[in-house]
């Protein structure tokens, strides 16, 4: 019996158990390979769905409390993401302390490692809008030789040229209004013609006020005449034209009567009929009037004494010989001296403005020596006021 037990464990050894390979296989444990990866591969994946599954579960739950977190208080436009332990937010809120008090809250968060922002919106109401614009608009007020300098500037450096400028214009200046907040855009591109006409405007007025905000400047103030009027203007508008900047001028002169539609047309149809082919002369390339003009003058005095409340602008011309700066030059000087001529005769000096316009604005053909002569003239136009 025994022989037989040891004779069948020696071809079980030798031949493996019924329905096993032949023992001419070269490796028969091979044949349990497949069954061994497959069950791994099985085990794998069930671990890696339970860990997915898992950690899926934790972002879940990061989302949820976070999302009732900020519901509580008072924050519930918003939207949370949550991937591993990094939380993101977007949507909106109601104000910088309201984005604040949500950051707070999702770091408190005992599972939350990073918060990242994506797309938070801040809303800023309209009265908040407009007080934080007028805020930071630059502004030089005065009175006599005191001023008020408000605004915000976004460095030292600016700050003390707006100061140096001031201070060298006005006796006394109040700069308590003028600071320096981070984040504000650079004034490069308007400080510097700001500067010139608060030196400008500050010798010229008594009272006034310039404003500079989103790329306008405005000025305004009274002026006794209207040819300090002009003149200021001209002069504004020279120092805008190279800023870039837009410009509003609320220049004025003091008010008076104004004057009737019709005493408008009147006078300048008199005016009109006075100089048809005549010309204002003057001595050549001078500024010096001559018998002639002086006559002409005379006989338009007349017909500006009846109608003393019309404004009139004296504008002198120039034909385009030689050098049109030259020109330009001489038709304001030519312009000027009749002014002074009306003066000396009488007139109101603050119903006159005075314009050159040099060769710019010809009635006639400048290649005939006829043209030539029509175009170096003085005009003379009524104004409505």
């Known amino acids: ?48 769905a339970a860990a997915w599954f898992g950690g899926r579960s934790v972002e879940l739950s990061i989302e949820a409390r976070v999302t009732e977190q900020l519901a509580s208080a008072g924050i519930g436009d918003v939207r949370v993401d949550a991937s591993g332990r990094n939380v993101t937010v977007g949507g909106v809120v109601e104000s910088d ?19 990242t922002f994506d797309n938070v919106r801040v ?10 614009v007028e805020s930071d608009a630059f502004v030089v007020s005065w009175d006599g030789a005191t001023a008020t300098v408000t605004g915000t500037m976004s460095d030292e450096a600016s700050m003390s040229s707006v100061r140096s400028t001031v201070d060298s214009v006005f006796a006394t200046v109040d700069a308590s209004g003028l600071a320096i907040r981070a984040g504000v855009p650079s ?8 500067l010139r006409m608060v030196t400008e405007m500050g010798r010229r ?20 005449t209207r040819q300090e009027r002009r003149d200021a203007r001209d ?25 009737t539609v019709e005493a408008v047309e009147e006078l300048q149809t008199s005016i ?46 120039a034909d385009s010989q030689g050098d049109a700066a030259v020109n330009m030059e001489l038709s304001i000087r030519r312009a000027q001296a009749v002014l002074t001529y009306l003066v000396d005769k009488g007139m ?30 003085i005009e003379f136009k009524a104004l409505e006021g």
Do not use: C
Request: without cysteine; charged residues 25%.
């Open 205 to 224: 007025l008594d009272i006034g006020t310039i404003t500079i905000n989103r790329g306008v400047i405005s000025v305004s103030g009274e002026f006794e």
């Open 235 to 259: 002069v504004a508008e020279s120092i805008v034209e190279v800023s870039g900047l837009d410009f509003v001028s609320g220049l004025t002169v003091k008010e008076g009567p104004p004057p």
């Open 1 to 48: 019996m025994s022989r037989r037990v040891n004779k069948r464990l020696q071809q079980l050894n030798k031949h493996g158990p019924p329905g096993s390979r032949s023992t001419q296989d070269p490796d028969p444990a091979g044949t349990w390979l497949p069954f061994i990866a497959a069950g791994l591969s099985g085990l794998l994946t069930i671990s890696l």
């Open 123 to 132: 809303v800023v109401p309209v009265g908040d809008l407009l007080t934080v």
């Open 348 to 377: 109101d000096p603050t119903r006159f403005e005075v314009v050159g316009y040099g060769e710019t604005r010809p009635i006639a053909d400048n290649s005939t020596a006829e043209g030539r002569e029509r175009n170096r003239r």
């Open 187 to 194: 004034e490069a591109d308007w400080l510097g013609a700001g």
């Open 272 to 317: 009109d009929d006075l100089i048809e082919g005549k010309v204002v002369e003057f001595e050549l390339a001078s500024d010096v009037l001559t018998p002639l003009g002086i006559e002409l003058l005379d006989e338009i005095i007349v017909a500006l004494e009846q109608f003393p409340l019309v404004p009139i602008e004296i504008a002198g011309h």
């Open 97 to 115: 302390a309201e984005l604040a008090t949500m950051l707070d809250l999702i770091r408190a968060d005992p599972l939350t490692r990073k918060v």
